[in-house]
T-cell receptor, first 112, second 116 residues
Framework: AQSVAQPEDQVNVAEGNPLTVKCTYS??????LFWYVQYPNRGLQFLLK??????LVKGSYGFEAEFNKSQTSFHLKKPSALVSDSALYFCAGATGRRALTFGSGTRLQVQP | DTEVTQTPKHLVMGMTNKKSLKCEQHMGHRAMYWYKQKAKKPPELMFVYSYEKLSINESVPSRFSPECPNSSLLNLHLHALQPEDSALYLC???????????????FGPGTRLTVL
């Protein structure tokens, strides 16, 4: 089965510290992976995606993600967290069904 | 411009009402989606339209009826809903709908539906 997993329900980090939100995948063929962010009562905003090429993908709002084929991971990172980064983050994969398969989501809390 | 719009933002309806949700995009995208999202959960796929034709129905109850009148517009008609249908309904679009497609899916802000 093709799937995307987010092992942490919540991540807490102090403002100014680096943050990492974890994602692992299990897909056959080439993995196409995405990160989205959702603020309360809002839709999902696209942050970045990995298709092919460089393993380090840069996205919106200073976020980046590192694709690691050997560890089947696609972790989201930011060098310096902001309080305004506090939100719900979803990793997703294009699993060949014309639609995205989402991870369970990780709530990021950035403390001042 | 990567905007998908949805109306209304909020909707409260009784179990006997008939209402519709509307989604619009003017990006020339040919694939459009309806998702249902419960609080703190990931979106669940309901329907996929590809080139204005229904291509995926995730065994959604018939009280939800999608419609794609043209390539820019997607509706979701609601009738005889249950309280457990209360959720955030998200529309999304993508340039094309190929199986191995890498196009980004863009989401609207959602309609918060409450069924009394």
């Amino acid at each position: 089965a093709q799937s995307v997993a987010q092992p942490e329900d919540q991540v807490n980090v102090a403002e100014g510290n680096p943050l990492t939100v974890k994602c692992t995948y299990s897909v056959s063929g080439n993995p196409y992976l995405f990160w989205y962010v959702q603020y309360p009562n809002r839709g999902l905003q696209f942050l970045l995606k990995y298709i092919t090429g460089d393993n380090l993908v840069k996205g919106s709002y200073g976020f980046e993600a590192e694709f690691n084929k050997s560890q089947t991971s696609f972790h989201l990172k930011k060098p310096s967290a902001l309080v305004s980064d506090s939100a719900l983050y979803f990793c997703a994969g294009a699993t060949g069904r014309r639609a995205l398969t989402f991870g369970s989501g990780t709530r990021l809390q950035v403390q001042p | 411009d990567t905007e998908v719009t949805q109306t209304p933002k909020h909707l409260v309806m009784g179990m006997t009402n008939k209402k519709s949700l509307k989604c619009e995009q003017h990006m020339g995208h040919r694939a459009m989606y309806w998702y249902k999202q419960k609080a703190k959960k990931p979106p669940e796929l309901m329907f996929v339209y590809s080139y204005e034709k229904l291509s995926i129905n995730e065994s959604v109850p018939s009280r939800f009826s999608p419609e794609c009148p043209n390539s820019s517009l997607l509706n979701l008609h609601l009738h005889a809903l249950q309280p457990e249908d209360s959720a955030l309904y998200l529309c999304a679009s993508r340039l094309t709908s190929g199986v191995s497609n890498t196009d980004t899916q863009y989401f609207g802000p959602g309609t918060r539906l409450t069924v009394l």
